[in-house]
C-alpha cells in the first residue's frame, strides 16, 4: 500500500479547458491558479488564450454583488460573444479578481482533459474536424477512468481493512 499518488488526487489534478459556449473557442484553462466566485458567476483566470479580447470602454457596475467596481468587457474573438471582465477597480471584498480575467461561468461550456500535456495551443492548431473527435475520445476516457478509479478506491479501502484486521 505505498502507491505515489492516489487515484483520487490524480483526478483533482486533472486539468479543465474552457471553452466559449457559443462557438467552442478554447479561452483558458486550469492550468494557471483559478479562483471561482459563486455569487457573481465568475471564473477568475490569470491569464485566457489570444482569442479572448478586451474592450477598451470601462464600465462601472450596478449590480449589488461588484457594486463600485468598474471593468473592461472581455469578448470572443471569434463570435464576439460577452465572455467576462477584467476589474480595473474592485471593493476589498473582490481584490483578488483585479487585473485577472473573470469569466461568465453561464458563457462557458468546459470539460476535463486526460492528459497534462496537452495544452490549449495544441488544441487551437488542430482543425475542428479532428478537435471534435478528440473530445468525444476523451469524454469517454474520462468516464473509464472515473470508473476504474471508484473500483480503485473500494479496493484499496477493503485492503486497508484486511490489513487492520489481521
Ligand atoms: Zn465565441
Known amino acids: 500500500m505505498n502507491s505515489s499518488t492516489s487515484p483520487d488526487e490524480k483526478n483533482n489534478d486533472l486539468p479543465m479547458v474552457f471553452q466559449c459556449e457559443n462557438c467552442r473557442t478554447v479561452?483558458?484553462?486550469?492550468?494557471?491558479?483559478?479562483?471561482?466566485?459563486?455569487?457573481?458567476?465568475?471564473?477568475?483566470?490569470?491569464?485566457?488564450?489570444?482569442?479572448?479580447?478586451?474592450?477598451?470602454?470601462?464600465?462601472?457596475?450596478?449590480s449589488?454583488?461588484?457594486?463600485?467596481?468598474?471593468?473592461?468587457?472581455?469578448?470572443?474573438?471569434?463570435?464576439?460573444?460577452?465572455?467576462?471582465?477584467?476589474?480595473?477597480?474592485?471593493?476589498?471584498?473582490?481584490?483578488d479578481l483585479r487585473n485577472k480575467y473573470s469569466l461568465y461561468i453561464d458563457r462557458l461550456s468546459f470539460y476535463r482533459l486526460d492528459s497534462g500535456e496537452m495544452t490549449s495551443e495544441h488544441l487551437n492548431n488542430g482543425n475542428i474536424q479532428s478537435y471534435k473527435q478528440l473530445e468525444q475520445e476523451i469524454l469517454k476516457l474520462q468516464a473509464v477512468s472515473v470508473s476504474f478509479n471508484s473500483r480503485i478506491i473500494q479496493l484499496e479501502e477493503r485492503l486497508k481493512e484486511e490489513l487492520n484486521l489481521s
Open 27 to 62: 479561452v483558458g484553462d486550469t492550468i494557471c491558479p483559478v479562483i471561482a466566485n459563486n455569487s457573481l458567476r465568475l471564473i477568475t483566470l490569470d491569464k485566457v488564450t489570444n482569442k479572448v479580447r478586451i474592450r477598451e470602454k470601462l464600465i462601472s457596475s450596478s
Open 64 to 95: 449589488s454583488a461588484d457594486l463600485g467596481s468598474s471593468y473592461n468587457p472581455l469578448i470572443c474573438e471569434t463570435c464576439n460573444s460577452d465572455l467576462g471582465r477584467i476589474y480595473r477597480t474592485t471593493t476589498f471584498q473582490l481584490d
